[in-house]
């Protein structure tokens, strides 16, 4: 059974920075892609980021952008989002998925997931 766990969210004022993780088992993590998708009160869950098999190819909502940095150790199974300088806009839940494909490209569309971890709280403070 696969299995994601995300941890690092919290609560930081507007300007700061907070580093989320996601841990993978039950899959081979290092030939998936993986995405970090997001859900603020009321709003639907929309895509912040992602990254492809190998690491090669990363995309980003236009809205994160130059501010939120996703990486990956395959030796560790993790995916990372490195989120700087966050804005009261960005508080919402943050999810962390892994690609149904084999060899994936990143992708932002939330149907090329298959499974989901259970969230991570990030709240800016303004």
């Known amino acids: 059974q696969v299995h994601l766990v995300e941890s690092g969210g919290g609560l930081v004022q507007a300007g700061g920075s907070l580093r989320l993780s996601c841990a993978v088992s039950?899959?081979?993590?290092?030939?998936?892609?993986m995405g970090w998708f997001r859900q603020a009160p009321e709003k639907e869950r929309e895509f912040v980021a992602a990254?492809?098999?190998?690491?090669?190819?990363?995309g980003y909502a236009d809205s994160v952008k130059g501010r939120f940095t996703i990486s990956r150790d395959n030796a560790k199974s993790t995916v990372y989002l490195q989120m700087n300088s966050l804005k009261p806009e960005d508080t919402a839940i943050y999810y962390c998925?892994?690609?149904?494909?084999?060899?994936?490209?990143?992708?932002?569309?939330?149907?090329?997931?298959?499974?989901w971890g259970q969230g991570t709280q990030v709240t800016v403070s303004s």
């Open positions: 039950g899959r081979t993590f290092s030939t998936h892609a």
């Open positions: 998925a892994i690609d149904r494909n084999y060899a994936s490209n990143w992708n932002s569309q939330p149907t090329m997931y298959d499974y």
């Open positions: 990254i492809g098999w190998n690491g090669g190819t990363t």
